[in-house]
């Protein structure tokens, strides 16, 4: 079992900056991949970027390149795993939520969710 908990969502005026944090516990390791999903109002769940609890293993979908920044770290052996959002527009609003996944395997845990909501 994974346990997955997301940190960081708010409100933020277009253009400003959000830095979304996820608490990675449990049967983990260090090829693990952690991946950050949004989904906004009456729109299916969209892939934003992954990486694997190593470092390794980065992609961006397409919602999440250029602006966004994925990354990760292992303090006092808890990893966390982060989604640096800059230049936020409003099309940006929708709950981010991460998951994880075993390479290969599809996505089986997930957190319950942040919303993140951008105003113009």
């Known amino acids: 079992q994974v346990h997955l908990v997301e940190f960081g969502g708010g409100l933020v005026q277009a253009g400003g900056s959000l830095r979304l944090s996820c608490s990675v516990s449990?049967?983990?390791?260090?090829?693990?991949?952690t991946g950050w999903f949004r989904q906004a109002p009456g729109k299916e769940r969209e892939f934003v970027a992954r990486?694997?609890?190593?470092?390794?293993?980065?992609?961006?979908g397409d919602s999440g390149k250029g602006r966004f920044t994925i990354s990760r770290d292992n303090i006092n052996n808890k990893n966390a795993v982060y989604l640096q959002m800059n230049n936020l527009k409003p099309e940006d609003t929708a709950v981010y939520f991460c998951?994880?996944?075993?390479?290969?395997?599809?996505?089986?845990?997930w957190g319950q969710g942040t919303q993140v909501t951008v105003f113009s």
């Open positions: 998951a994880a996944a075993d390479p290969g395997l599809p996505y089986k845990y």
């Open positions: 449990g049967r983990t390791s260090r090829s693990t991949l």
């Open positions: 990486i694997s609890l190593n470092g390794d293993n980065i992609f961006y």
